[in-house]
């Protein structure tokens, strides 16, 4: 995962600002409370953190992620002594057993290489009847990236294997929870609109490298790109290209009990 996700400033320009949108959302369905600990499970630049933090008054938050520069972005985003931030692995988290009251994870897991390993861990740090939550895209309810591919693969087919992402599918995060040992194991999706000034400010971002669809632009060569861009604009003119543009996102959330 860290290799699809190591500028923070470019990392912020193409999903940061929408996890922000979805993090509200998100932390609601978690039901946090306004006291006691939460971990925030793969941090990133700390959407979801600066959210914990405007939601409590009194609860203290931890973010952890495994790359360094996104949690020294975080640090200078997030100035309130509840909250902390620590570089660390979703599969071998550093804490002690049943040290957290909540441990949440946005957009995170369907890029976690041993996704069973990490929500034992999450499980293993949160107390007994705490409540674990994660939420991730998916893959056809996010236009972004489903409108992306589907372009990529008319362009190549052999691009399809680079769209398949586990945990994007209803039902998927639900079994993995419960094969975890969860209780009262509840997924439901969260809706949010992703408004682009532009097709330039869709563009852009994918042009920087981050996530998967950056990744693939960035093995495209100059008439490839070209021509992966010029068909993107014409499918996006049914949403207002090359003017404004709002595309659904879709994710899937899931809660249980410790």
């Not at 929408?18 to 959302?25: D, I, Q, T, V």
């Not at 002690?96 to 909540?102: H, I, R, T, V």
């Not at 008439?223 to 996006?236: D, F, N, P």
Request: glycine share 8%; net charge negative; proline share 6%.
């Amino acid at each position: 995962m860290a290799d699809l996700f190591v500028d923070a400033v470019a990392y912020e320009g193409f999903m940061g600002r929408w996890s922000l949108r979805l993090a509200p959302l998100f932390a609601e369905f978690a039901k946090v409370g306004d006291v006691g600990r939460v971990l925030d499970v793969g941090c990133g630049t700390g959407s979801l953190t600066r959210t914990l933090a405007g939601m409590t008054r009194r609860a203290e938050i931890v973010g952890i992620d495994p790359v360094a520069p996104f949690v020294e972005y975080a640090r200078g985003q997030v100035k309130d002594a509840r909250v902390s931030f620590d570089v660390g692995d979703a599969q071998a988290l550093p804490y002690p057993d049943a040290s957290f009251d909540y441990a949440l994870s946005c957009l995170v897991f369907h890029f976690i290489p041993d996704a069973a390993k990490a929500a034992r861990e999450v499980r293993r740090v949160t107390r007994p009847g705490g409540t674990v939550a994660a939420c991730t895209w998916d893959a056809r309810g996010m236009e972004m990236a489903a409108l992306f591919w589907d372009v990529a693969v008319e362009l190549d087919p052999a691009v399809e294997a680079k769209r398949r992402r586990p945990l994007s599918q209803a039902g998927q995060l639900a079994e993995l929870w419960q094969s975890a040992g969860f209780r009262e194991v509840e997924e439901s999706p969260l809706e949010i609109t992703m408004d682009f000034a532009s097709f330039e400010d869709y563009w852009r971002p994918q042009e920087t490298g981050v996530g998967p669809t950056g990744a693939h632009v960035a093995t495209l060569v100059p008439e490839q790109r070209a021509a992966l861009r010029s068909r993107l604009e014409t499918r996006l003119r049914a949403h207002g290209a090359p003017g404004p543009v709002s595309l659904r996102a879709k994710a899937l959330a899931v809660r249980g009990l410790a």
